[in-house]
């Protein structure tokens, strides 16, 4: 099992549109969650980090549930410019040396 | 704000050359990564370093070496190049303690001919 899962979509969306990722993590242990993004060609920039009581971010809201391992990013309102990758990535914690866990991203694209 | 920044942003080599990717952070950060990204792959850790002279190796180190004379510099070598190294080569910058996140460079595209 893969240590970061998440649907690689690609979810094609109108804009306006309501569009939501999941993510689930095998690590129990694991100490904070974050969502990235990144555009075609472009390093991942940090969207967001997720807390455990949820958080939002202007259209954005992240969700963790860490009883079943579940991390969640919801879009509304999709603009063209949200058309992107966007990476579900977990810190484990312990001894990993500040190293983070990757999913490998889904695909996102917003069309008119 | 965190600065990462990776010395070129386009490189092409030939097989057999030394490649150096250097990678500088401006905000003391204690961790360092090199990661390459290809398509349908994700991000693959090559080599991480958790403080001056220390280094580590991640999922795929083969090909590679590391150094960090330095704690802002991260530098990662192709000891001889091969065109199954052509990728998209990312370093990344963390504190050590806390839930923060990493701060990428931009990246440099790197061509092996």
Not at chain 1, 55 to 63: K, M, P, V
Not at chain 2, 77 to 89: D, R
Request: aromatic share 12%; glycine share 8%; charged share 25%.
């Amino acid at each position: 099992r893969k240590e970061v899962e998440q649907d690689p979509g690609p979810f094609n969306v109108p804009e306006g549109a309501t569009v939501a990722f999941n993510c689930t993590y095998s690590n129990s242990a694991s100490q904070s969650f974050f969502w990235y993004r990144q555009d075609c060609r472009k390093e991942p920039k940090l969207l967001m980090s997720v807390y455990s009581s949820g958080n939002e971010d202007g259209r954005f809201t992240a969700q963790l549930n860490r009883a079943s391992q579940y991390i969640s990013l919801l879009i509304r309102d999709s603009k063209l410019s949200d058309s992107a990758t966007y990476l579900c990535v977990v810190n484990p914690g312990g001894t990993s040396y500040g190293k983070l866990t990757f999913g490998q991203g889904t695909i996102l694209t917003v069309h008119p | 704000d965190v600065k990462v920044t990776q010395s070129s942003r386009y490189l092409v080599k030939r097989t057999g050359e030394k490649v150096f990717l250097e990678c500088v952070q401006d905000m003391d950060h204690e961790n360092m990564f090199w990661y390459r990204q290809d398509p349908g792959l994700g991000l693959r850790l090559i080599y991480f370093s958790y403080d001056v002279k220390m280094k580590e190796k991640g999922d795929i180190p083969e090909g590679y070496s590391v150094s960090r004379e330095k704690k802002e510099r991260f530098s990662l070598i192709l000891e001889s190049a091969s065109t199954n190294q052509t990728s998209m080569y990312l370093c990344a910058s963390r504190t050590g303690t806390g839930p923060y996140g990493y701060t990428f460079g931009s990246g440099t595209r790197l061509t092996v001919v």
